[in-house]
Structures are given as C-alpha cells and as structure tokens.
C-alpha cells in the first residue's frame, strides 16, 4: 500500500493540473504526418480536435506552440499527446488511484502486454514534451515542508505500479542526504501545498520565489517524476516497459521526447511484437498493389524495416480457425479477426482495397470465389505457404471472376482433391480446378503452391478473352493432370514458375491464347513440357526446360508461338517438335544434350529457328522430314552424335547463315528426296563428310564454306543430285567433293582447294556438270574421274595442283571442254586404263593446257581419248606424250612452245631424275636391266643404261612416264650420273589413286 500522503499528493496533483492540461490541449497541438493507429482510440487527441475545428498548424505555432523536439521528417507516427493509457501505465497518470489493473491479454493477437488497465484516465499533468528549465525553488513553509518529507521518508518500501518514489513526488529522499521524519498530517499538508514550479513553464509566473526552509534547503523540489522518468530511469527499465505495450501506444509513446523515440523505435521490440501478430520470420512489405515482398533487415532502406512493414499491413483483417474474440476491447490495437474466409470477405465488402491475412492452417470446403480487388496473404512462420493451405472437393477451389481487376493472392498452398475419379464423379469434376482464372479479370497470384489430383483438366486453368493474371514464383507441380491450361484467348504474365512431375504437359497454350512466359523452370514432366496446339500463340522467354519425357516444346496445328533464350535439354526424346503445320520463332535459345534430334520438323511445318545454340545431342542437330520446311538461319550447330541438320522424305527448308560444326558425325545429310536451299552455312570439322546427298535428294547449296572436315566435303551418292554453286569447299583429308554411283549433280563456280586427297573425285558410274569452278592447290589430281563415270567439267579453271590436273583412268570417261588447266606438278590432263577392262576414252574440246611442270597431255596404258581444237602449250616435258601403242583422235589441236625438257636431258647426258625426281614422271624409253635383276616396277633411263649399266644385260620395255630408278638410289648400284644417293619409292606409273569415302551410311 501507498502512503496515504504519496496517494494524496498524487491525486492533488492530477486534479490541478487538468485544467492547464485542458487550456494547453485547446492551444497547442502537431500534425500528425500519416496515422492509420488511431482510427478506433477512445483516449482523442488534441490532433482530432483540432481538425475538427480546422484549426491548422501555422496558427498553432503562431500563438506560441513549440515543435515537437522528439519529432523527425521520418517519424509517420508523431502525435502530440501521450495517451491515458500509456502514461497511466508509466505511473505518470493515476488510474482511479487504484495504480494498473492486470488483465488478461487479447486472445489470438500472438504474445503482447501482459497487463492493460481498464479504467478512467485523467488527461496527463503537464506537457511531457517540454523541458521545463531550472527555477528558483518558491519559498514555503518549513515546517510544511519538513512534514511531508518526514512522512515520505517515514512511509514503507512499497511504490506505486509505475515506480514513483520520494523522488518522482519532487520531494527529498534518502538519497539526497536528508533524514527528515515527518508526521502524516506534515506529510499531507507538505505534499497538497502550491509550489509555483509545479505547473507548467508557460504557465510559471515570470517570478517564482521560495517557499521553502532557506537552512535546510526544504521546498519544491523542480526535478519532478518526469524529470526522473524521462532522463534517470535507465534504458532497460525503459525497454521492458515498452515491450508490454501494443503498437498503437508504443507510437504514442515514441513521441514523448527523443530519448522516448529512440527506445520506442528498437528493432528487435518492434520485430518481437511484429511476429507476435503476423508470425512471419522476415518482414514483408506492400510497396505497390499487389506486390508482398519480404527482405532481410539488414538489406532495407528503412531505419527500422519491422515497424515499417508493421504499418503497411496494419489496415488487414486476419483469418485464425478456432479464434475467440476476447470478451475486454483490446487497448492500444485495433485489428478485425475471423474463422472463416467468407466472414473476412463480408467485413471487407465495403473497404477499397481491402487485404486478409489467413494465418496457418488447413482450410476445407469454404468457397472462394473473388470479385472485387481483394488481397489475401498467407500468415504464418517459416515457409508461409505450406502452413496455410486452401483446399476444396467438389468445385474449384479459388475463382476469380470479372472485376478482379487488381485482386491479389500470395503464399499459400492451393489443393484441388476430389474423391476417386470413377465414372459418376469424373463429370462433375472435370471443370474444376484448383485454380481457376475466368475472363475480364487480372489478379496476381505469386508464391503459391498449387496441387490437382484430379486426372481431368488441370491444376490452373485461364480462360476467355481479358483473362490477364500475373502468375510468378508459384509452384505447380505433382498433379495428376497439365499443370497449367491458357486457352480461348486469354493472356497473362507467368513468371519464375516451377512447373514439375506433372503427369500430362506441364503447360497447354491453345485456341489463339497469348501468355507472356518468363523464367520457368519447367521439368521432369510425364509427357511434354510446353504444348502449344489448335492456333495456340504466346511470348516464352528464358525459360529452362529439361528432363521431360516427350518433347520440351511441342508445336502443332497452326500454333505460333515465340520463344526466346530458353534453355531446351536433356530431354528424353527431343527440344522442339513442331508438327502437323505447326509453325513459330524459336529464337537465341540453349538446345543441347537431348535424347533425339534437338529440334524436329516434320508434316509441312513451317517454324523459324533462328540464332540458337543447338549442341550435344544424342543423336541430331535439326531433322526435318515428312514434308517439313521451316527456316533455319543464323545457329551454331555442333557436336552432335548424328548430323548436324537431317534433311529428308521431300522436307524443304531454308538453311542459311549456320554454323554446323564438330559433329560426330556429317555436318548436313540430305536423302531421301530430300530438298532444301543451303546457302551462307559454315560446315567445319565434322568426323564424317561436310554434306551428304543421297536417294534421289536434290537441294541446293550456294555460298556456303565447307572446310577442315575429316572426310569428304560435299558427298554424292546413290543418285544423289542437286546443285552445289559459289561454294567455298577447302582443307578436307578427303577430296572436297565425290561423286558417284549414279549422282548426277552441277557444280558450278565453286572453289575446291586444299585436299588432302584430290579436289574432285566421280567414280563407280558417278556424273556430273561441273562448270565455271576453280580447283586449285589440292594434294593429288584437281579432278579424278574413273570406274565408268562420265562427267562433263566446262569452263573450270583447274591449276596449282600438286599432282596431275585431271586423272582420267580405270575406264572413267567423260566430257572436258573450255577448261583452262595449267601449273600442275604432274601432266595437264592424265589419261589410263590402270589395267580395266573397260576402255578409257574421254573427250576433249577446245581446252587450254599451259604451264604445266610436266607434260600437258599424257595418255598411257592402251588408253584412248578424242583430241579436238585444245591448246596445249609452255609444258616442261612436252605438249602431248603418248606412250607405246596408243593412239588417240586428233583435230585441230594446238600444240606450241612447249620446253620439252626430257629431250634436252637426254641429249646432255644428264639422267631424267635430276629434271623430274620422285614427283613427276617424264614420257621416255623405259628400260630393265637382268644383270642388276630389276622388276617391272623399277624403271632405268637411257643414259643411265648407258653409263651405269654399260655391258650389263639390258631390255627395253616401252616408251612411257617414270623416273629413273638408278638416279633415284633405289637399285644396288650407284648412280655415276647423280652425287649421292637419294632414297625413294618404287616408280609410280600413275598418279596415286585417291582415298574413297568409306562413310557409314548410318540412318539417322
């Protein structure tokens, strides 16, 4: 128990104060920025007042109000006025002088003060805003004086509730060294007497005078209870009152004074009574309609981010199952709770923008059906989705209806779980969804996870013209059915999904529906992962799109979607199949590491594929059959284990602009019938040829750079045809183009150079027209032609060749006019049956033959050949050599100016290797010699067999092309025309033959 003078003094105090109270609420105030606490406060401020009178505050000032020194620009939450119930929890107050009633907490609002009293509140004794300066002490009676600190010292240990001493009363304690005992009846009197210095500052007269004892220094005392609460009591004291305080007077008491303010506005108790309401571990913001973010503490812009949040989401309803309304009004809060979702959406019918917060639980069977703008949040610690689910039975479980314009909905867990699906239920349930979005509506819906067992349908369906929700970092994923239906032309954005395990596609875009998709992370569905049919349209961009068990995007039926740097792979059969006149741009996209083909085309489908990264595949690159077409430009195309692009059953797309490179096997493979124009593509280093035409396949290659390739560069065979024109085909091991077994394509004004096996090879019955082609500096012949093929070569310009220019033999025929042939290291033109029964005997009109580092024409082994209006001339070794028995037709042919350097050789003594060595092979008499028991295959010239062999036995074979063999150091004798000796091979009759493509014709 108090002391009976403390009690009186006290309630004395509280009574002459209210009248200046009253006279200072009516004369100062301060605005009050932003004030969503106050709406329901019974304790009205003086702001309230104010606006109800329009008094503004300029006026205010004007008449001498001071600014709130507590207040700063940040602060929204500045009044002028503590409240009843926070000053008389602090003790500043008396509550019916029966101190703080200790009450029951409000029930369901999470843990907060432990007490709150219950009473009348007289208005609070002075303006706890103001300093009040050091005065004077007014003179009073000692003796009262001196009564009333005796009987504060002489009264027990017991305070008030809210601490108050000898020293909150103003009056000396043991502390200040006095030890005064007072009666009661001194004590009363002491503490009821008027001291000036009690009241306010303004309202001080300007004199104040000592009413005290001057030898004992007795009197009123200025540093009063709220000197001591407001600058001694220490911080901790302070917090922990504080923390018994709901939010609502906790900013009221922030704006007693600074050091109030800087307490007030602790982190960790606004965080503490931030989770005791909301039971989110982060604080969550509202910075725009429908946006809830939250975000780590330490990465807001705010000074303090938990009252912040606090404030945003103040003006929410909650939802709690098995909440009971506490039967007391909850003091210092005002927030609406309810049971059902249905109860919060009535409160909230007439609200504008209106937001429930549904705390954790499982919510069964209440319909969900919005209208209007509304908000509904998950509440709950954690991860706030998976406490607060949403679940229905029989009808779909959330609807949004036209007018949801702007309505809302976040972390929560969406179920739609209808009995077993037999017969008699799958039809009523089969237009149900977990989801439903219907037209002429746009809500948000984000951080959600939605579920569906249901076999019908699917989890989220969007539907009808003006369907436009914004769908981002939901999880759709485990359903028994498509994840998500966008049809009959709806929209919407659908952002930063995770669409997965669904037991259908994970997304169905159809009937002219036209979604924005970014940033999904659609996988390890059972069937495909993005299927757009029946005209379906839409924008997917960055999507990642992998593990699926079909295809990751399928396209079929006049659908056109764009899609745009999404990562399409490891699917189980293919990245993209567009099919049955499905069409789309499928642009800057990642295709790589899928079971098949990384994109398909097929049944006359017509996508464009353009700027793509299509690598790694198990098996192709692109494959386009059964009448596809498509275009296919500006890709890089590599390291794939089948070809790079397959072109096949009549399909006739535009390939252009690619790069088709390292594949594992050819580069382009078109069979089959198979068309296409080919033009502007790079193909480099594949293991197997660059292109392949085969069964009757007929495209077009134009400007394309086919090079460094591990086998041939453009492959024709089995009645592959075609033209190959302006291409730039160099640096193959193989020759850079065959032709064969009845391939019968044109080449023309190509360049073919840089073979390691040949420019040209046609063999086994192969054709061809090549005209207007430079074939140059290749490691063999420029053009093989043999075997029974029958080419036609016109207007080539065949030179620098390290070899022969043209090797004709083993029967090859063919037709060579106007061709300018010249600076080969071995004959213009070679013509030899190389031991075939067949005859060779081509054809040859009107060509020029020049410069070569042999002969110009050489025709050897029983070969024939038809000679007519050529002109050969300024060859080394002669115009025309024809070796023994041969004897070609002749017309018009011009032969001038030749060197015939054989001759000249001879006829010095010198032996023929000095001017040919192992390289070239001067027509000449060819020799043996059984004495040193050489073979067929050694050869020895006459001077050698003069000087070297002189009185050996010796035979002459014929008149025909080697090298000496006893220059060349390979016979047991020295040399004596030669210095040392040079070690090389046996003598080459012909040139060496060139390396057939012995590619497996695999089936892709």
């Known amino acids: 128990?108090?002391?009976?003078?403390?009690?009186?003094?006290?309630?004395?105090?509280?009574?002459?104060?209210?009248?200046?109270?009253?006279?200072?609420?009516?004369?100062?105030?301060?605005?009050?920025?932003?004030?969503?606490?106050?709406?329901?406060?019974?304790?009205?401020?003086?702001?309230?007042?104010?606006?109800?009178?329009?008094?503004?505050?300029?006026k205010l000032l004007r008449k001498g109000s001071p600014p709130n020194p507590g207040n700063n620009a940040e602060d929204d939450f500045e009044v002028p006025i503590v409240p009843g119930p926070a000053l008389a929890f602090l003790g500043l107050v008396s509550g019916g002088g029966a101190g703080v009633d200790t009450g029951a907490g409000a029930g369901g609002g999470g843990a907060g003060p432990s007490s709150r009293s219950m009473h009348h509140y007289h208005p609070p004794p002075y303006h706890l805003r103001r300093k009040s300066p050091t005065h004077p002490v007014s003179s009073c009676p000692a003796n009262t004086l001196g009564a009333a600190a005796a009987s504060v010292a002489a009264s027990p240990t017991t305070a008030s509730p809210a601490g108050v001493s000898a020293a909150t009363a103003g009056l000396p304690s043991?502390?200040?060294?006095?030890?005064?005992?007072?009666?009661?009846?001194?004590?009363?009197?002491?503490?009821?007497?008027?001291?000036?210095?009690?009241?306010?500052?303004?309202?001080?007269p300007r004199r104040t005078y000592f009413t005290g004892d001057t030898s004992t220094g007795l009197g009123c005392n200025p540093f009063t209870a709220a000197h001591y609460l407001l600058y001694e009591l220490p911080d901790e004291v302070l917090l922990t009152i504080f923390s018994c305080l709901y939010e609502r007077d906790l900013c009221h008491v922030a704006q007693v004074c600074k050091r109030f303010y800087t307490i007030a506005n602790d982190n960790e108790l606004w965080k503490n009574l931030y989770q005791s309401l909301y039971e989110y571990?982060?604080?969550?913001?509202?910075?725009?309609?429908?946006?809830?973010?939250?975000?780590?503490?330490?990465?807001?812009?705010?000074?303090?981010?938990?009252?912040?949040?606090?404030?945003?989401?103040?003006?929410?309803?909650?939802?709690?199952?098995?909440?009971?309304?506490?039967?007391?009004?909850?003091?210092?809060?005002?927030?609406?709770?309810?049971?059902?979702?249905?109860?919060?959406?009535?409160?909230?019918?007439?609200?504008?923008?209106?937001?429930?917060?549904?705390?954790?639980?499982?919510?069964?069977?209440?319909?969900?059906?919005?209208?209007?703008?509304?908000?509904?949040?998950?509440?709950?610690?954690?991860?706030?989705?998976?406490?607060?689910?949403?679940?229905?039975?029989?009808?779909?479980?959330?609807?949004?209806?036209?007018?949801?314009?702007?309505?809302?909905?976040?972390?929560?867990?969406?179920?739609?779980?209808?009995?077993?699906?037999t017969d008699n239920n799958m039809q009523h349930h089969h237009k149900h969804y977990a989801l439903e979005i219907q037209e002429n509506c746009a809500p948000t819906i984000e951080h959600c996870i939605i579920r569906s067992i249901s076999h019908l349908g699917a989890a989220v369906s969007v539907s009808g013209p003006g369907a436009e929700p914004v769908i981002r970092h939901c999880e759709i994923s485990d359903c028994e059915n498509v994840g998500l239906i966008i049809t009959d032309r709806a929209q919407g954005h659908y952002e930063d999904n995770e669409i997965s395990r669904n037991a259908l596609a994970g997304i169905w875009v159809k009937n002219y529906a036209n979604p924005i998709m970014r940033r999904n992370h659609i996988h390890h569905g059972k069937d495909v992962g993005i299927f757009c049919f029946d005209g379906g349209l839409g924008y997917f961009e960055a999507n990642d799109i992998h593990n699926n068990r079909i295809a990751g995007f399928e396209v079929k039926a006049q659908a056109n979607p764009t899609v745009v740097r999404c990562e399409i792979h490891n699917g189980q059969t293919g990245g993209i199949y567009v099919h049955e006149q499905g069409m789309g741009q499928f642009i800057e996209n990642k295709i790589h590491s899928n079971k098949y083909a990384g994109v398909w085309i097929t049944s006359n489908s017509n996508p464009t594929i353009r700027r793509n990264e299509i690598y790694n595949g198990l098996q192709g690159g692109v494959y386009i059959f059964g009448e596809g077409r498509g275009l296919i430009e500006h890709n890089n195309i590599y390291g794939n284990a089948l070809a790079g692009i397959q072109i096949r059953t009549n399909s006739d797309p535009i390939v252009r602009h690619n790069k088709i490179h390292d594949g594992q096997h050819g580069g382009i493979y078109v069979h089959e019938k198979g068309q296409g124009l080919i033009e502007c593509n790079e193909v480099y280093a594949n293991t197997l040829a660059g292109v392949w035409i085969t069964t009757?396949?007929?495209?077009?290659?134009?400007?394309?750079?086919?090079h460094s390739g591990k086998?041939?560069?453009?492959?024709?065979?089995?009645?592959?045809?075609?033209?190959?024109?302006?291409?730039?085909?160099?640096?193959?091991?193989?020759?850079?183009?065959?032709?064969?077994?009845?391939?019968?394509?044109?080449?023309?004004?190509?360049?073919?150079?840089?073979?390691?096996?040949?420019?040209?090879?046609?063999?086994?019955?192969?054709?061809?027209?090549?005209?207007?082609?430079?074939?140059?500096?290749?490691?063999?012949?420029?053009?093989?032609?043999?075997?029974?093929?029958?080419?036609?070569?016109?207007?080539?310009?065949?030179?620098?060749?390290?070899?022969?220019?043209?090797?004709?033999?083993?029967?090859?025929?063919?037709?060579?006019?106007?061709?300018?042939?010249?600076?080969?290291?071995?004959?213009?033109?070679?013509?030899?049956?190389?031991?075939?029964?067949?005859?060779?005997?081509?054809?040859?009109?009107?060509?020029?033959?020049?410069?070569?580092?042999?002969?110009?024409?050489?025709?050897?082994?029983?070969?024939?050949?038809?000679?007519?209006?050529?002109?050969i001339f300024n060859n080394r070794f002669g115009g025309l050599c024809l070796a023994s028995g041969v004897n070609p037709i002749q017309r018009g042919n011009k032969i001038f100016n030749n060197h015939d350097a054989v001759e000249k050789a001879v006829s010095s003594g010198q032996c023929l290797y000095k001017i040919s060595s192992y390289t070239s092979f001067p027509m000449h008499d060819f020799y043996r010699c059984r004495t040193c028991n050489t073979t067929e295959r050694n050869a020895i010239c006459v001077n050698c067999i003069k000087t070297c062999h002189n009185g050996h036995v010796v035979e002459f074979i014929r008149h025909d092309r080697f090298f000496c063999d006893c220059g060349a150091g390979t016979l047991n004798n020295q040399c004596q025309l030669q210095g040392e000796p040079t070690q090389d091979t046996d003598t080459l009759y012909d040139s060496a033959p060139p390396i057939e493509s012995q590619s497996l014709m695999a089936e892709v």
């Open 281 to 421: 571990d982060l604080p969550l913001f509202n910075p725009s309609p429908c946006k809830f973010d939250f975000v780590q503490p330490e990465d807001c812009d705010y000074e303090n981010p938990w009252k912040e949040s606090f404030k945003q989401l103040y003006h929410g309803v909650h939802v709690r199952e098995g909440y009971h309304k506490p039967l007391g009004k909850e003091c210092g809060r005002s927030v609406a709770y309810f049971e059902t979702i249905q109860a919060a959406f009535e409160f909230c019918d007439d609200v504008e923008r209106p937001l429930v917060l549904i705390h954790s639980g499982v919510y069964r069977g209440q319909l969900i059906v919005i209208e209007t703008n509304i908000a509904l949040i998950g509440a709950a610690p954690g991860n706030v989705a998976e406490n607060v689910i949403l679940e229905q039975e029989c009808d779909s479980t959330v609807m949004f209806m036209e007018g949801a314009q702007q309505a809302y909905l976040g972390y929560v867990t969406i179920k739609f779980s209808p009995p077993s699906c």
């Open 711 to 871: 086998q041939v560069g453009v492959y024709f065979y089995d009645n592959g045809h075609g033209l190959l024109e302006d291409n730039d085909i160099f640096n193959h091991l193989y020759s850079g183009v065959q032709i064969r077994t009845g391939s019968h394509p044109t080449i023309r004004r190509n360049k073919i150079w840089g073979g390691q096996n040949g420019g040209v090879l046609v063999y086994n019955g192969g054709l061809g027209l090549l005209e207007q082609n430079e074939i140059f500096d290749n490691a063999m012949a420029g053009v093989w032609i043999k075997t029974d093929s029958n080419p036609t070569l016109r207007r080539n310009k065949i030179y620098d060749g390290r070899e022969a220019g043209i090797c004709i033999f083993n029967g090859g025929r063919g037709l060579l006019e106007e061709n300018d042939i010249f600076r080969n290291a071995q004959a213009g033109v070679l013509i030899s049956t190389q031991s075939h029964p067949t005859q060779s005997h081509p054809n040859l009109r009107r060509n020029q033959i020049f410069d070569g580092l042999a002969a110009g024409i050489e025709i050897t082994n029983n070969a024939t050949a038809t000679l007519e209006h050529n002109q």
């Open 696 to 706: 009757g396949s007929t495209p077009t290659l134009r400007r394309n750079r086919i």
């Open 1 to 58: 128990m108090e002391s009976v003078a403390l009690v009186h003094f006290r309630h004395q105090l509280a009574l002459k104060e209210s009248a200046t109270i009253g006279e200072s609420t009516r004369q100062t105030t301060h605005r009050t920025k932003e004030n969503p606490d106050f709406d329901n406060n019974p304790d009205r401020t003086r702001m309230s007042q104010l606006k109800k009178r329009k008094i503004n505050k300029k």
């Open 174 to 204: 043991a502390a200040t060294g006095s030890m005064l005992m007072l009666s009661p009846n001194a004590a009363i009197t002491a503490a009821t007497a008027y001291c000036p210095s009690m009241l306010p500052a303004r309202k001080r």
